[in-house]
């Protein structure tokens, strides 16, 4: 089993930055992180796989960014120009296998951006 470890969140004005880290207890091929809003569906928000590969969804790209750091098994992701629609739950999951399935899960980190 790998355990993820998360941190990084807080709150922050709108137009401002964050910095998500995301630790694993071994290497996984594909991490990403994911976002929990009330009333919303859980959504990835940015996924890199070991290779260097990355996606993003459409509402992020251009200001979030996200990398790994294979010899820390960590993944990162920087946020800026944040605005209140990215408020949510963020965490971090990992696979395996694929980019997009998910087999581990981290316990996930607040992010909230006032206006």
């Known amino acids: 089993q790998v355990q993820l470890v998360e941190s990084g969140g807080g709150l922050v004005q709108a137009g401002g930055s964050l910095r998500l880290s995301c630790a694993a207890s071994r290497n996984i091929y594909s991490m990403g992180w994911y976002r929990e809003a009330p009333g919303k569906k859980r959504e990835s928000v940015a996924l890199?796989?070991?290779?260097?590969?990355?996606t993003y969804v459409e509402s992020v790209k251009g200001r979030f960014t996200i990398s790994r750091d294979n010899a820390k098994n960590t993944v990162y992701l920087q946020m800026n120009s944040l605005k209140p629609e990215d408020t949510g739950l963020y965490v971090c999951?990992?696979?395996?296998?694929?980019?997009?399935?998910?087999?581990?899960w981290g316990q996930g980190t607040q992010v909230t951006v006032s206006s």
């Open positions: 890199a796989t070991s290779g260097g590969a990355t």
């Open positions: 999951g990992g696979t395996d296998y694929y980019a997009g399935r998910i087999d581990y």
